[in-house]
């Protein structure tokens, strides 16, 4: 996390029906909100920005 942004990396492992992710955090496992609509997958392992601290993903 650096300055209110957080990355979050997020593994294809060899999937080639996924096109995109969707991030969800927020302050509790039970309490999460879409903070990311859609990252479009990029190689391996996509790194996806998200203003937010979360701190759970």
């Given at each position: 996390?650096?300055?209110?942004?957080?990355?979050?990396?997020?593994?294809?492992?060899?999937?080639?029906?996924?096109?995109?992710?969707?991030?969800?955090?927020?302050?509790?496992?039970?309490?999460l909100a879409?903070?990311?609509?859609?990252?479009?997958?990029?190689?391996?392992?996509?790194?996806?920005?998200?203003?937010?601290?979360?701190?759970?993903?």
């Amino acid at each position: 996390m650096h300055d209110g942004q957080a990355i979050v990396y997020a593994p294809w492992n060899g999937s080639t029906e996924t096109v995109a992710w969707q991030v969800l955090a927020g302050p509790t496992p039970f309490k999460l909100a879409v903070v990311v609509f859609t990252a479009p997958r990029t190689g391996f392992e996509t790194d996806i920005y998200a203003e937010t601290v979360g701190p759970y993903f």
